[in-house]
């Protein structure tokens, strides 16, 4: 039973998104600025004064930081399992990482713990809507006012999300996005800053306005990348090509889709070259980010719908712990995220049900070798990292997939309580 088989991600392009793309990379794309188009309905979209586009997430941040003077002596606030790039950006400009605590199963920062890793020196927070969840952002505004604390959203894993219904992005001071080929809206590659902060907005603008633009090259290369899995992901195709070498892959004790998309986790002694030469985003990127704009409420709309199901489904079983949500949070569900004490188990017993599980690409980075300077207790970070499991949640399952994951889910950790 091909449906049977539930692969981790599937990316979402439509017929008119793939025949921009072909138009774009065929030259037949037209010379209007869509870049600057993108950028004012993405703002609109999300509420903010200004839009940036950036050719990638982590290089918003750093230059929103640089933006606020932010650098040596300063110390910036993250979530103890965040990216790894997101600490690596704030040492880069010669700041210093504080790692604070998440909520066990909501992921995000425990607001408490942040009060409390407030220092004299403390300039920003990064409030991590990780998996699609928003943070509980009344409290961390209302703390980072009486401190003076600029408030960076990390919306990554959460374009289009939902606080006490507002957009999380226009929330705090500034935020970035990132639109790669698995995000909930896709660009091919590149990423977006918004922020009201006209001065923040003009640097960033200035920036990358010096460097060159995207290669058509590398364009070409995501279009495919993304062509090929919309097309391996498809229930049929998936089953016989995917899914074999998953399995195969994993026997050998390998993850072949995380050693093809993953990246090596690593610090910057600088500024990575590309980012410096061709920062500056192509209209081809533009196009596709406008299309996937206009679909983004259904697209997430999918996501709530399967997460939701997967909430009432799997709230009640023995030995497994369920996402939880601050209150006010409208998460997009990114990821569906649950914990498992004998996690690897579960992992092995759901493949054997055809469903393809992930523990995905964050890190417990307050106690990880790259960042041993800025070591900091944060117990709910390391456990989740060992318990945690991502459940397929992508706006592609059908209803019976969803279904058929839910059962799943219930028998392997049954059978994995033994
Ligand atoms: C939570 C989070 N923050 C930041 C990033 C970095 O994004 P980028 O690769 O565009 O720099 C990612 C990447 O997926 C992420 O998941």
Redesign the pocket.
Known sequence: MAFGRIPRFSPSFSPSEAWICTKHLLGMGGDDDLVGEFERSFAEFIGAKHGVMV???????YLILEGLGIGEGDEVIVPGI??F??PAMVELLGATPVFVDIGLNTHVLDVDEFERAITPNTKAVIP?H?FGTPCDMDAINAIAAEHSIQVIE?C??STGARYKGRRVGAIGDHA?Y???L??NITTLS??MVTTDDDAVAQHIRDTIGRSGQASIKKAAKEAATGAAMFLATHPWLYWWTVHPAIVVGNALGKDPIHERFG?EERTYDEVPASYIENAQARNIQAAVGLKQLQRIEALNGSRMRNGRALDQGLAHVNGLGVPAYPEGAEPIYMSFVVHHPNRDALMSELRSHGVDTTTG??SDLSDHPLFEAYKRSCPNATRAMQELLHIPVHPNLTKKQVQHLIESVRSATMATLG
Do not use: H, N, V, W
């Open positions: 050719p990638s997430a982590r290089y918003g941040l965040t990216y790039a997101i991590t990780l990390d990554a894993q970035y990132t639109f790669g698995t995000k590149g990423a990246e690409y964050m």
